[in-house]
């Protein structure tokens, strides 16, 4: 049985954040944007700094956004993003997805972003996040699926990061391998009407290869992450840094390729 509650894995150290700020709309929620019209009001569970709140606020304008973290300090992120755009029509709460304090039949549209492969209990969040949405509203959720992660070339650390991730990730009550499994969670949660894509993100040209490699380099000895591998008994220190290493090794290659496959969903509620 899954846990109520899990620890999330990454923290927010700045490699992190610097992934999550370059997150957006267009390449990390296209799947909703059909669905987004202006007046819609819009719940963003899991907001972290901001980028993708921000955006979507834009689009429902005059509707509003209410972005919700469990974490306070990642709250005021997404707020100065919010202010440094202008954005009048954001609103911002402390929340946990699994007892969401906001009344039956609130928002038009309920969005999640990478938040199910990190909570306890993911059948239960979606059925927290279908309570707070209208009828004939839609849940977005969208994780990606580390199981499914592909590069070239095939560097063996690479291979040692992926099933290291995969450990500490499920010791810590989540699911890396998320994206396969959403559209059965949400069938398990009771919905009926539900649409299953896929997308990706791929990480080719120089730029790219450098600025994926160094946040995960940088996340494997930094951040949280690194703590509770290694205060897990997971990985040694000095594993860690041969691991970071590889990263840094991939990031130069110049026929370096990544992809990170996402499994995504519009769950309309009845």
């Known amino acids: 049985m899954p846990k109520e509650t899990a620890v999330y894995t990454h923290g927010h150290h700045e490699s992190v954040l610097r992934s999550h700020r370059w997150r957006t709309a ?122 499914a992660f592909t590069w070239f070339p095939e560097v063996p650390a690479l291979d040692t990061w992926l099933g290291l991730y995969r450990r500490v990730a499920r010791a810590n009550g989540g699911e890396p391998d998320a994206g396969r499994r959403l559209y059965s969670w949400a069938r398990t949660a009771g919905f009926t009407d539900v649409t299953a894509t896929a997308s990706a993100w791929c990480f080719a040209t120089p730029d790219e290869r450098a600025w994926w490699s160094g946040l995960w380099a940088d996340r494997t000895t930094a951040s949280a992450y690194a703590a509770l591998a290694v205060e897990g008994g997971h990985a040694r220190p000095d594993e860690l840094d041969g691991i970071a290493a590889a990263w840094r090794a991939w990031g130069r290659a110049d026929d370096g390729w990544f992809m990170v496959p996402h499994g995504e969903l519009i769950c309309r509620a009845p």
């Not at 799947?31 to 569970?45: I, K, N, Q, S």
Request: glycine residues 10%; negative net charge; hydrophobic residues 45%.
């Open 26 to 147: 267009a390449n990390s929620a296209a799947y909703l944007a059909p669905e987004l019209r202006p007046g819609a009001d819009v719940l963003d569970v899991g907001c972290g700094p901001g980028t993708i709140t921000a955006d979507l606020a834009a689009l429902v304008s005059p509707g509003t956004v209410t972005a919700v973290d469990a974490a306070p300090d990642v709250l005021e992120r997404a707020r100065g993003e919010a202010r440094a755009r202008g954005l009048g029509n954001v609103r911002f709460a402390a929340a946990d997805v699994h007892a969401l304090d906001f009344p039956d039949d609130s928002f038009d549209v309920v969005h999640a972003h990478q938040v199910l492969q990190h909570v306890g209990d993911r059948v239960a969040a979606l059925r927290e996040m279908r309570r707070v949405c209208r009828p004939g509203g839609v849940v977005a959720v969208r994780d990606s699926d580390y199981g």
